[in-house]
């Protein structure tokens, strides 16, 4: 596993690996997302985090997440809209975590997308609207001196 549960108590590995020993050699249990109990010998050091006073056994998380203005989604699918503009909408659904790890809950967000040479730029919000409004604002923000030069604006304020 290469995510980390941030809300673990042991962030350090060496002493992780030190009390799931001692939990496997005093027998303790671990739990499930369902509520399950399992003999902490049973799993294996990376499937588990201690997590509020318990070892928890954390849930695989695969679909690849995307990081757009500070948040975390995971895109559900694309949104069969073409514009002049040329964004991609996705129906997307924002990334959580508790202590049995990371998930994502139902699609409650927009998310534009558009590529250029430079990279691939996001925006996201509740609406179509609102995620092409915060996709054009970053446009704006990365290209303003070739938009400032093609309408022969001065790039420089007096």
Request: aromatic share 14%; hydrophobic share 40%; with cysteine.
């Amino acid at each position: 596993m290469t995510y980390r549960n941030s809300m673990a108590e042991y962030q350090d590995i060496t002493e992780k690996r030190r009390a799931f020993a001692i939990g496997c050699a005093n027998g303790n249990l671990a739990w499930d997302a369902a509520g399950r109990e399992i003999p902490l010998r049973q799993l294996k050091l990376d499937d588990v985090e201690f997590v509020a006073g318990a070892w928890r056994v954390q849930s695989k998380f695969t679909e690849p997440i995307f990081e757009i203005r500070g948040r975390r989604f995971v895109l559900r699918e694309r949104l069969p809209r073409v514009e002049r503009n040329r964004f991609e909408f996705y129906r997307a659904a924002m990334v959580a975590e508790n202590c049995y790890g990371l998930f994502a809950g139902l699609p409650s967000a927009v998310v534009a997308k558009y590529h250029t040479t430079d990279g691939t730029y996001w925006g996201y919000g509740p609406t179509i609207e609102s995620a092409r409004a915060f996709l054009g604002i970053k446009l704006y923000d990365v290209y303003q001196d070739m938009i400032h030069a093609a309408v022969g604006t001065p790039t420089k304020q007096k």
